[in-house]
């Protein structure tokens, strides 16, 4: 590529002192140099924010911040989106790794299409790293209707184009945040277009929101009632798919 363009790497963060280095590693790792890793940390009370800032000192690209109050995931996720330059946003939690070609990849696959929205697989990994042997299959070109039905995608495997989507704002919305952008995305035309390669490695956590399997489906169910207003009917048919898929990519 002759001109790169920006990456902005948005990682929120909250008493992540065991995973966040590793994390930051991972980006440090990619083959495509032009990005930047926007951090803000959600007022952890562990070494998070030390760790964080010492490798904001070693690499100017590296960005970090502390909130003035603690704001949750999708607030932190904001005031990082609100401090980037990129023409380009990817996500990474600071518990999960990407494989070092993610972004030299996904630019590739965004520019010379004329993407705006891309998404890949990923892999599961255990708490202490260790590989599950399970991995998150893409599942084609997903359109609003269709995610409605399947929220297949991974955040940490995304990639958006503001200059064709614009401004970009994720609602609050626990741990459905990302689902309900991704919603405000797909519901103005654009398509989420898969790479059907594993570029991220997922840690599945006893002590994430996400775990709460229960908490996690009420979220959902939230999403479609308050913010897509769908009928009672539409949330329910929705829901039975999103919850049959949800199992399905779990087990097979």
């Known amino acids: 590529m002759e001109e790169q363009p920006l990456v902005s790497v948005i990682m929120p963060c909250y008493n992540a002192a065991r995973y966040i280095a590793q994390s930051i590693e991972s980006v440090l790792a990619q083959t495509y140099s032009h990005w930047e890793l926007v951090i803000t940390d959600d007022c952890s009370t562990d070494e998070t924010p030390d760790i964080a800032?010492?490798?904001?000192?070693?690499?100017?690209?590296?960005?970090?911040?502390?909130?003035?109050?603690?704001?949750?995931?999708?607030?932190?996720?904001?005031?990082?989106?609100?401090?980037?330059?990129?023409?380009?946003?990817?996500?990474?939690?600071?518990?999960?790794?990407?494989?070092?070609?993610k972004l030299e990849k996904q630019v590739r696959f965004m520019t010379e299409n004329g993407y705006s929205f891309s998404y890949s697989e990923y892999e599961l990994m255990r708490e202490d790293g260790t590989?599950?042997?399970?991995?998150i299959r893409t599942a084609g070109v997903i359109t609003y209707n269709r995610y409605l039905r399947n929220t297949i995608i991974g955040s940490g495997t995304i990639?958006?184009?503001?200059?064709?989507?614009?401004?970009?704002?994720?609602?609050?919305s626990a741990t459905s945040d990302d689902m309900a952008l991704w919603c405000n995305i797909l519901k103005k035309g654009h398509l989420a277009h898969p790479i059907k390669e594993v570029l991220m490695l997922y840690r599945v956590r006893n002590d994430s929101a996400s775990a709460n399997k229960w908490k996690a489906a009420k979220d959902v169910w939230l999403v479609y009632r308050k913010q897509e207003g769908l009928s009672l009917f539409r949330s329910s048919v929705c829901f039975v798919c999103y919850a049959f898929n949800a199992i399905v990519k779990r087990i097979f």
């Open 53 to 101: 800032r010492r490798f904001s000192e070693r690499d100017p690209r590296i960005g970090f911040c502390v909130a003035k109050e603690h704001s949750g995931i999708a607030g932190t996720r904001n005031q990082s989106i609100a401090r980037a330059k990129g023409r380009f946003i990817a996500f990474l939690d600071n518990d999960d790794l990407w494989r070092p070609d």
């Open 131 to 135: 590989p599950k042997g399970k991995t």
């Open 159 to 172: 990639m958006l184009d503001r200059e064709q989507i614009g401004p970009l704002t994720m609602p609050d």
